[in-house]
């Protein structure tokens, strides 16, 4: 017997993208995650473009996560100038990271994955039964993208961030006025997290190689060295030397390898299993209070990895604003040399590599980009082959669904795109 399983376009997740299994005799024999949407080359047509261009530019790869292609770029113009943050910049930066981990994470908890959890096609259908619920997940995403436009001068693609520091500080009042709503979307992060552990989560248990940026005094996210499950830990420097990309023929994406051809895995679960003792506290005792301290192994429970970022987010966000004043120059004198820097910032699907090398006028002569989905797809890939033969006797539909809900549980971003879909299933 062969059996082909095919989803030509992916429902609920951002970009183009299907999935193919073939099975023969009842194994399976062969599986691709599938990425045709077109290659958009941001790293050749950033060669050439003077540095303080390329954060608005990378920006536009992801609506969802600009600030996060803004952050490690900026961070890696920094380190081949030799440009020391200042400690409100710094602030500021995790501040707007904040907003993006927020309205992030509560789109794809709420909106892309808990209508699998649920037994609901989409987030309307789920607003059928559970208006409150939905209603709730728009008004916190809606906080995140606050946080954005004021820092940032608008919610999508801000542009206030450049090398250096910031084109202008944001108004004292402006954030402080935005504290009594984060505030009340904290409180509903504690209630989501509550929530998303009483989910029917599918049994799978893999033993990955986790990856994700680790500092030792906080929850990493604008800065750190690489910390490996497996490996131990690495500069940002070193990452090309131990994570390697391949191009593969099914797909216009790349797929990372460790430099041991081993796939591996990025994003909430592997920095919630990698830096736990990091968290704040509240987010440490919601935790120990519903009983998902790491390590967590399942990848579909990457959804309540989210959720607890999401109470740490709010809360540091918190924090933040109350600490915010700024005293000092907005931004850093730029002493142009040629040079290289390479930086990792945490975007919310996973760690985001970027590096450049300047010629002595601050133009791009070499640009090195590398997402986190680019980086998770050879694991998505390794996950189907243990599911394959689990849906292999399921009805039609449920195969499809499991197959797809593994896929959605990752967060992946392949663009901004969302495609209906369409399953084609032939037994011969």
């Not at 929530?195 to 190689?209: H, M, S």
């Amino acid at each position: 017997m062969v059996k082909t399983i095919e989803v030509p376009a992916l429902a609920r997740v951002e970009g183009e993208g299907g999935l193919y299994i073939s099975y023969e005799d009842g194994k399976p024999n062969e599986i691709k995650v599938n990425i045709y949407e077109p290659p958009r080359f941001f790293e050749a047509f950033l060669e050439g473009r003077y540095l303080q261009e390329v954060p608005d530019i990378t920006a536009r790869i992801c609506g969802i996560c600009p600030v996060a292609y803004q952050m490690s770029a900026v961070r890696a113009f920094e380190k081949a100038l030799d440009i020391e943050m200042t400690a409100q910049t710094r602030l500021l930066r995790n501040l707007l990271y904040c907003g993006e981990w927020i309205e992030s994470h509560v789109l794809h908890i709420y909106m892309l994955q808990a209508p699998d959890l649920t037994g609901h096609e989409s987030a309307i259908s789920l607003a059928e039964v559970a208006p409150e619920r939905v209603t709730t997940a728009l008004r916190m995403k809606k906080i995140g993208n606050q946080i954005l436009k004021a820092i940032g001068g608008r919610s999508v693609h801000p542009v206030n961030a450049c090398v250096g520091g910031w084109y202008r500080w944001p108004e004292v009042k402006e954030l402080h006025a935005l504290v009594p709503e984060i505030e009340w979307g904290l409180e509903q992060a504690i209630e989501t997290v509550h929530w998303a552990v009483t989910l029917p989560y599918p049994e799978l248990e893999v033993d990955y190689e986790y990856v994700a940026l680790h500092h030792p005094a906080e929850y990493a996210v604008l800065e750190g060295d690489i910390l490996s499950s497996h490996t131990g830990m690495i500069t940002e420097e070193d990452f090309e030397t131990h994570y390697l990309e391949k191009h593969m023929e099914h797909s216009n994406a790349l797929h990372s390898y460790t430099n041991e051809n081993q796939p591996y895995f990025v994003g909430p679960l592997a920095r919630y299993n990698l830096n736990f003792e990091q968290l704040g506290a509240l987010a440490k005792r919601i935790a120990a209070e519903v009983g998902v301290e790491p390590p967590l192994h399942n990848p579909y429970k990457g959804l309540i990895a989210r959720a607890i970022e999401t109470i740490e987010s709010f809360d540091r966000a918190i924090r933040l604003i109350e600490d915010y004043n700024p005293a000092e120059p907005n931004t850093q004198p730029i002493k142009m040399r040629a040079g290289e820097g390479a930086a990792a910032t945490e975007a919310p699907r996973g760690l985001l590599y970027h590096r450049y090398r300047i010629n002595e006028s601050g133009f791009v002569e070499n640009a090195r980009i590398v997402p986190p989905t680019a980086q998770n797809l050879a694991r998505m890939e390794a996950d189907l082959w243990q599911l394959a033969p689990i849906v292999y006797e399921l009805p039609h539909e449920e195969a499809t669904l499991t197959c797809e809900h593994l896929l959605r549980a990752y967060d992946p971003c392949i663009s901004c795109a969302t495609h209906f879909l369409t399953l084609t299933i032939e037994d011969k």
